[in-house]
């Protein structure tokens, strides 16, 4: 049963609730600047930076598969991501205890903190992160899912002003420990967004073993022929993204002599970029296909690699923080829909956490490449997104092009 367009946008809206809080929160916590700005601040060393990609990678991406099998009994799925929203919260409170009344401690014991906080939090959300996405899937038209991602990311993006905390008088590290507690009571409080969206009993899997479900799901997706390979080599090859998103903010406060708080604007602008990105590519998508998305996504990232290896002026900084946000925005709604697209079955989610799982390693290993090796293979991604990535015969624009 088609829902109806009354019901969509409420839930929308609904889901736009959770985004005022968690877009403050994933400002506050941001990988692409603030992050990797704390850790040197720190004393972190180069090498401790360059495990941020690989870290993040295998957190986010090898738990969910995982998630999926656990939840693929469940007809109704707001529960179990009202809970995962709301439980969130816990590493980054802890975090931000250990750094606001905890005191100074040795640099390597406050790196391991956040190192462990961090990638935990992130691997708790990369748990849940293929049901959450097949619920927004469930509660939305599917003429229009793209497009209500897109809403979703752009509210998201709205609350990034939050970050400008970071740029308060309080001493370091108590003006990031501040943002962190804020970042973890925000997650919870959105969570209870998710609580009126109106949800209707959808598709489920009977579970099997965890790990043998898992594999066969893997073994399926590598299987398939309908181009869900040329996909996973574009996840692999745009590895580049790292560049931008974990070493450029730093190599850039370095070569251009900014202040800390440059690294709070840096995400302000990339933000922008995602805003842009989200609403413009969202409408692509649903018009258009989604694998035009992830052609968008492929040329930011190749143009942001350009500017951030040759470019010489400070202005240009903030130029590669635009251009990385319509990257990593463009990049997730490709991923989302094209995984959701993919998918032979009706119930999507078991696709949704395998195939960035399947990617995960390999990009965790190639995720500290040099820039230059980071823009060759971003030149190779962007000329299969536009030349040989075709768009699912599962997506709406794949059944008008069959036709």
């Not at 972190?44 to 999926?68: E, K, R």
Request: proline share 5%.
């Amino acid at each position: 049963m088609t829902l109806p367009l009354e019901r969509h946008w409420k839930n929308v809206g609904w889901a736009l609730g959770v985004e005022t809080f968690w877009g403050i929160s994933l400002a506050l916590i941001s990988v692409v600047a603030i992050l990797p700005v704390f850790l040197s601040h720190l004393g972190a060393s180069n090498t401790v930076l360059g495990a941020l990609p690989a870290i993040w990678t295998l957190a986010v991406y090898l738990p969910g598969p995982f998630g999926s099998h656990f939840t693929s009994h469940l007809p109704l799925r707001k529960q179990a991501v009202f809970v995962f929203h709301a439980l969130s919260s816990i590493p980054w409170i802890a975090m931000a205890a250990w750094f606001w009344i905890g005191g100074r401690h040795p640099s390597w014991m406050d790196i391991l903190v956040v190192l462990a906080c961090w990638g935990g939090s992130w691997a708790f959300m990369g748990l849940f992160m293929p049901v959450w996405i097949n619920f927004i899937g469930k509660v939305t038209r599917p003429e229009l899912r793209a497009t209500s991602f897109g809403v979703i990311f752009f509210f998201q993006t709205l609350m990034g002003v939050a970050n400008r905390i970071l740029a308060s008088p309080l001493p370091f590290p108590q003006n990031y420990a501040i943002g962190f507690f804020i970042a973890g009571v925000c997650m919870t409080l959105g969570a209870f967004f998710f609580l009126p969206v109106v949800e209707d009993p959808g598709a489920t899997a009977p579970q099997g073993q965890a790990v043998r479900t898992v594999i066969h799901h893997i073994r399926e997706v590598l299987a398939d022929r309908g181009g869900v390979r040329v996909y996973l080599a574009l996840m692999v090859l745009t590895v580049g993204g790292w560049i931008l998103v974990s070493y450029y903010a730093v190599y850039a406060e370095k070569r251009f002599g900014l202040r800390a708080q440059d690294s709070a604007i840096f995400t302000a602008v990339c933000m922008g970029g995602q805003m842009l990105g989200s609403l413009v590519t969202g409408v692509v998508g649903d018009r258009f296909g989604y694998a035009k998305v992830a052609a968008v996504s492929a040329l930011s990232l190749t143009a942001g690699l350009v500017i951030a290896v040759w470019g010489t002026h400070p202005a240009l900084y903030y130029v590669t923080a635009f251009l990385t946000g319509i990257y990593l925005v463009t990049d997730r709604l490709a991923q989302f829909n094209l995984s959701m697209a993919f998918c032979p079955h009706e119930d999507n989610t078991a696709w949704l956490g395998a195939i960035p799982a399947i990617s995960a390693p390999v990009v965790a290993i190639v995720a500290g490449s040099a820039a230059l090796t980071g823009l060759a293979l971003a030149v190779v991604a962007l000329y299969l997104a536009l030349f040989v990535l075709k768009e699912p015969a599962y997506s709406l624009a794949g059944r008008r092009n069959a036709t």
